[in-house]
Antibody, heavy 121, light 108 residues
Framework: EVQLVQSGAEVKKPGESLKISCKGS????????IGWVRQMPGKGLEWMGI????????RYSPSFQGQVTISADKSISTAYLQWSGLKASDTAMYYC??????????????WGQGTMVIVSS | EIVLTQSPGTLSLSPGERATLFCRAS???????LAWYQQKPGQAPRLLIY???NRATGIPDRFSGSGSGTDFILTISRLEPEDFAVYYC?????????FGQGTKVEIK
């Protein structure tokens, strides 16, 4: 079964750093892009960026460029989303997702369960 | 960046009725790389339609997508109780990929 399993919920203080993970299984991890999507409380979906674990080619939305870092370790089939200085406005659910085809230009058909990040003093 | 505008914001309908949801792009979506997702409270989104009109695996045929260029439509022919949810369109033809703001389909 193809699946993405994300790390657990996090509660952090403003200014702290954080790295959340997304582990793929049931398919060749280094052959499919992995994207990250933010959903703030009660709001819609926002595309943050996408990475190709095979060569770490990464694309960011301008809205998130410089605010987060997307990375991947293909040896352990895991993608990451990290912050170096969290803000209260980073409070959100974060989903990783995999396109249905081994190409960047494909819809997301496999989604992780989401990681809730709460940033509060 | 392509901006997707969904309408209406909320659709109030009864089970058995037809739902028509719209998604308009600020510029043409390349190769009809347009998807529709369904999201229920507390759940991750689920892919319904890709390539503007292709149903994803396991999606009932009451869901259909159409359109090209800048105007796209998701139709639910007869609403079932489990279809009341929020629906998002997404374009994945031009970076950054973008989502619409969502349409909530609620029980009337």
């Amino acid at each position: 079964e193809v699946q993405l399993v994300q790390s657990g919920a996090e509660v952090k203080k403003p200014g702290e750093s954080l790295k959340i993970s997304c582990k793929g299984s049931g398919y060749r991890f280094d052959s499919y892009w992995i994207g990250w999507v933010r959903q703030m409380p009660g709001k819609g979906l926002e595309w943050m960026g996408i990475i190709y674990p095979g060569d770490s080619d990464t694309r960011y939305s301008p809205s998130f460029q410089g605010q987060v870092t997307i990375s991947a370790d293909k040896s352990i089939s895991t993608a990451y989303l990290q912050w170096s200085g969290l803000k209260a406005s980073d409070t959100a659910m974060y989903y990783c997702a995999r396109p249905k085809a081994a190409a960047a230009y494909a819809a997301f058909d496999i989604w992780g369960q989401g990681t809730m990040v709460i940033v509060s003093s | 960046e392509i901006v997707l505008t969904q309408s209406p914001g909320t659709l109030s309908l009864s089970p058995g009725e037809r739902a028509t949801l719209f998604c308009r792009a600020s510029q043409s979506v390349r190769s009809s790389y347009l998807a529709w997702y369904q999201q229920k409270p507390g759940q991750a989104p689920r892919l319904l339609i890709y390539g503007a009109s292709n149903r994803a695996t396991g999606i009932p045929d009451r869901f259909s997508g159409s359109g090209s260029g800048t105007d796209f439509i998701l139709t639910i022919s007869r609403l079932e109780p489990e279809d009341f949810a929020v629906y998002y369109c997404q374009q994945y033809g031009s970076s950054p990929w973008t989502f619409g703001q969502g349409t909530k389909v609620e029980i009337k």
